[in-house]
C-alpha cells in the first residue's frame, strides 16, 4: 500500500452537539485537546508510509476544528503534510481575525463554513450557535486574511421552513460571494431526540424535498454556478487563471480514489480494505498514547464492492463516467431502461456513462436502476 495522495484529519470537539448531528463529536474538553492532537500526530507517523510523496489534498473535518484550542490547532496544521488545497471546516462564532490569520499563516488554503441557514429561527431549530452576522462577520475575518476560496454549508428541509425562507438563504449566501456551495437535505436519523421533537414538522418537510431541490440547482445555476455534485456548487472560474473552485479533496471520494482517515471514527480506504477508528475518544487516546494503532472495524473490499461505489459515487457528478471494469456492476437491461427514459447517456463512443439533466434530479433511484445485484 503506497502513494495515496488524500488525507482526512478528525477533530472532533464542539461546543455544542447539535439535535440532528450524528458525527464523531465530543463537547468541550478542552483539557483533552492537547492530548488529542498528540494522538493525531502519532497515528499519522504510524501510517505515514501508505502516503504519496506529494499530497493533492488535506481535509480538517469535525466535530468543530475551529474549536479546538488555537496554539493545538496551529501546531497541527503546521505539522501535517503539504498539499495542493488544505481545507478547514469552521463554525461561523469561531472565526475571528485571530485565528483566520493563523488558519492562512499554517498553509490553509480553503475554508468551508457550516452557515446552514441565515434564518434566526431556523438556527434556533436547528440549535446552531451561529446567527447571520456571525457568518458575513466569519467572511469579512476570512477575505482580510487573504483567504479566496470559502464554501458554505446550506440545508433545507429544516422544520418550519418555506420555500421563501429557501429563496433567502440562497439570496444572502450569494451576496456574500463564496466561491463554493454545499446544498445538503436535513437528515435527521431515526431515534435522535431532534427527530422526537420534530417527527411531523420533519414527515412534511419530506414531501418538499423535490421542490427545494430543484430551487437550489434553479437559482445557484442562474447565478452562474456550476452544478458540479449533486448537492455541491462552484464558481466557474473567477479569474484570468481559470480556477478548479471544485472540492477536490470530496471529489477524491466521488472519483474512487484512496485516501487516509487520522482521527477518532475516522474512516479510510485504501485498496482491498476499509477501515474506521474507534469513536470512543479515551480508546483512542489511550492506544496512541501507548504507540499503538487505535482499535479498528476492517472491511474487506472486492473489485466488485469498489465497482459498485464507483458507480454510485461518479454518476453524482456532472462529468461522463468511465465504463472501463464496471460492466459486472452495471445492470444491462437496467441501463437500456434509463436511456430509453432519457435518463442516462452513453457518450465517448459508448466507453462513458452520464446522466441527462432530468436523470440527475431523480438521482439514486436511477443509479439503482442501473446496479446490478450484489
Known sequence: MSGVRHLYVHLPFCAHRCGYCDFVTVVGRQE???????????????ERHVLGGALETVFVGGGTPTFTALPELVRLLEALPAAGEVTVEAN???????????????GVTRVSLGAQSFRPELLRVLERVA???????????????????????????IP????????????????????HLSCYELEAKPGTRFTHAWGEELARQADAMDDYFERVVARLTAAG????????????SDDACGRDLRARHNL????????????????????????????????YLEALGAGRTPEREVEPLDGGVRARERVMLGLRLDEPLSLAGLDAALDARGLARVEQLGLAERVAGGSS????????????AVTAELLAEA
Not at 466569519?138 to 454549508?153: E, W
Open 92 to 106: 461561523p462564532e469561531t472565526v475571528t481575525d485571530e485565528l483566520a490569520r493563523a488558519l492562512r499563516a499554517a
Open 353 to 364: 456513462l452520464t446522466l441527462t439533466e432530468r436523470g440527475r434530479f431523480l438521482g439514486g
Open 160 to 179: 418550519g421552513q418555506s420555500t421563501a425562507d429557501l429563496d433567502a438563504d440562497l439570496d444572502d449566501a450569494l451576496a456574500l460571494e463564496p466561491e
Open 32 to 46: 483533552q485537546h492537547a492530548a488529542y492532537v498528540d494522538a493525531l500526530l502519532r497515528e499519522l507517523e504510524l
Open 252 to 283: 477524491a471520494y466521488w472519483l474512487g480514489r484512496d485516501y487516509l482517515g487520522v482521527g477518532v471514527g475516522a474512516v479510510t480506504t485504501i485498496e482491498n480494505r476499509r477501515w474506521r477508528n474507534t469513536p470512543r475518544l479515551g480508546r
Open 225 to 236: 454556478f456550476r452544478w458540479y455534485e449533486t448537492a455541491n456548487f462552484c464558481r466557474a
Open 131 to 157: 446567527g447571520p452576522d456571525d457568518v458575513r462577520r466569519a467572511v469579512h475575518h476570512l477575505r482580510d486574511a487573504r483567504f479566496d476560496n470559502i464554501s458554505f454549508d446550506l440545508v433545507y428541509g
